[in-house]
């Protein structure tokens, strides 16, 4: 969407802050012996307290209120039986809707005690997402997302998950600009317009650059035993700094 008033920037921020808080609070109630179901059903609690709509359940009837990746899944992990362990790689991806506006997020930590590399993975991807926010305004061409993921990556020894993109969001879960390309694409003339609502996301890897559908038909995992974090805000556009809707 392309914001169009202040009515609309303070509904994304309010749907943005319900978002960040319901991955904060799912971050820290995550531990060591509980399924993955256990903690979805925190953070669809959450959503409903603050009368807010699991976007992927409403949209797409996803089976579940978030979703959550564990170490070679990556993206889209379907909540259910399975048991963290120590030292697992944790993804939470949260999207939702209120008042008609949609904000998603997500979120990679590894569970203690962890090997220190899973940690690092996950501050790069961190620092790469941030990187990429600070260096977008009005004017700017669409594809320095994917310079600047493609070039922080490699810089510190990553590869980034080719085939999973950056997105319009807003009025809709995903909407245009859609498939913002996390590598850089000479091809992609578009340019960023104050008002633009987009997410962040960039997939950083110690292995595979591309994900492959599981059998459930949602799961997207690495076709080897590499890991994946994957840190998303949604974003406004603006002649400046952007502003970050789902910042905690």
Known sequence: MTVGSRHDIEGLQKIGKIVASTIREMKRQARVGMTTKELDEIGGRLLKRHGAVPAPKAVYRFPGNTCISVNQEVAHGIPGSRVLQPGDLVNIDVSAESGGYYADAGHSFPL??????????????????????????????????????????????????????????GKALHEAP??????????????????MVITVEPFLSTGADYVVQHADGWTLGVPDNSYVAQHEHTIIITKHRPIIVTAA
């Open 112 to 169: 203690p005690p962890y090997h220190p590399s899973l940690l690092r993975l996950c501050d790069c991807a961190h620092d790469t997402m941030m990187k990429v926010i600070s260096s977008l305004r009005h004017g700017v061409p669409l594809n320095e997302i994917g310079r600047i993921m493609e070039s922080e990556a490699a810089k510190s020894g990553y590869r980034v998950i080719r085939n999973l993109c950056s997105h319009g969001v």
């Open 178 to 195: 859609k498939e913002i390309l996390p590598v850089y694409d000479k091809h992609d003339k578009r340019v960023l317009k104050e008002g």
